[in-house]
């Protein structure tokens, strides 16, 4: 159990911490051109041009910054409903050639 001046000083602590992540931020631009590994595509038959893509993607990322030349794979969820648009989930993953 945390008493009052022990929180305290956590919170400072941790205050501390982020601004000292936040000074040795740096800038990054990454571009990468993705290949289909597995895909798997749900049809609504309903008349519509509707559908559902769920994709695994890979890759290899190019530019600056401490990304740069990392192996990225995406997964992700493309909900595709022509004309009114797309609804698109997911995320990347990043492995950088040092291994960290």
Known sequence: ????????LFAIGALAIAMAAAAVAENVFVKAI???KQTMKINFHDGS???VVMVRREG????????SGAAVTEYGWHDINPP????????LQF???TGI
């Open 60 to 67: 290899k990322s190019e530019g600056c910054g401490s990304l």
């Open 34 to 36: 993705m290949a289909p």
């Open 49 to 51: 041009k509707h559908f």
């Open 1 to 8: 159990m945390m008493n009052r001046s022990s929180t305290k």
């Open 84 to 91: 009114a648009g797309a609804d698109s989930h997911g995320y």
């Open 95 to 97: 492995k950088v050639p």
